[in-house]
């Protein structure tokens, strides 16, 4: 795991971004794993900038959101094919046929998990995994005690996230209970993971899930198991890290050769 711990909000979307970008520049037809959410919206306007001064192209890029609410009518603005097409595809010129949110509302839910995850594996698999983490320390949707093998299948959000989501609705009990979520196991087979977190209602989270024991009770911990993951955050939800200094100190003497270019 990579700690990045940086002094603003707007330089975890940047520094994040960078990332992104330097994949799909050097892989214009890579496949993105899109979260939702408020954590990621940095990220995405990063790109989206850069996109806009003819730097980037993210025609050809393929996208799998994370995660989709259960019954909710695809034209909610809430539904995250709504917020996946105005927060992603659109400021960032995807192409909407090359993006792909579970459906939420499927008649055969177990079908349309399934139908999901063969899509992934006929894309090659996804490149890079854009994260945010629950204040629960859940991924995706994966709540506390998820499987460290689940797939794509229907949830039970948590209590806490629906409290915690209910800002996106006018009130708690319009949150769907449900939802269908890439699963811990599909988001560990992404190459790459970037995770990005702001603010210090995810500092217990953040602790738990970099330096806590590997445990279901954490999901994001598995992300202790994976191969190439970056984790980007804040000052606050940096807060309750033991080895916040070691962190800035590997950054900041991080091989040149390492190094992403950074984005505007
Ligand atoms: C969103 C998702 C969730 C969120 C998490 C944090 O697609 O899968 O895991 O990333 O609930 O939400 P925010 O970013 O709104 O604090």
Redesign the pocket.
Known sequence: MEIVILPSSDEVGRVAAAQIAALVAAEPEAVLG???????LGIYAALAREVAAGRLDFGRARGF???EYVGIPADHPQS?AAVIRSEVVEPLRMNAALVQVPDGRARDIAEACLSYERAIVAAGGIDLQI?????NG????NEPTSSFASRTRIKTLAES?VI??AR?FDSADQVPTHCL?QGLGTIMEARRVVLV?QGEQ?ADAIAAAVEGPVSSMCPASLLQHHEHAIIVIDEAAAAKLRLADYYRYVYANKPVWQRVPSIG
Not at 34 to 40: N, Q, R, V
Not at 138 to 141: A, E, M, Q, V, Y
């Open positions: 899109l979260a939702t959410g408020s954590s990621p959101a994370l995660d995250y994260l945010g983490i629950g204040a859940h991924i995706g949707f996230t915690d989501n996106f979520t977190a995810k």
